[in-house]
């Protein structure tokens, strides 16, 4: 199963590298919104607590 994760960033280059982190981890889908200060990520169940510790991490607002 996989969980699709929302995060807020207060600017476009955490924005960014989150996404590329995310991208590390295996996220099978990374998307950056329009604005660059948004992304939705699609990971496995197994790997929710680390995107989210790594979204938190990089200063980002999380939401499932």
């Known amino acids: 199963m996989t969980s699709r994760i929302v995060a807020v960033f207060q600017d476009e280059s955490r924005t960014r590298e989150a996404q590329l982190k995310l991208q590390s981890l295996r996220a099978t ?3 950056g ?3 660059g200060a948004m992304l939705t990520a ?3 169940d197994e790997l929710v ?7 938190r ?3 980002g ?3 499932l």
């Open 61 to 63: 607002t999380p939401e």
């Open 57 to 59: 991490q990089m200063g």
């Open 29 to 31: 889908e990374v998307e």
């Open 33 to 35: 919104g329009a604005d």
């Open 42 to 44: 699609t990971v496995e």
């Open 49 to 55: 607590d680390r995107a989210l510790h790594l979204i």
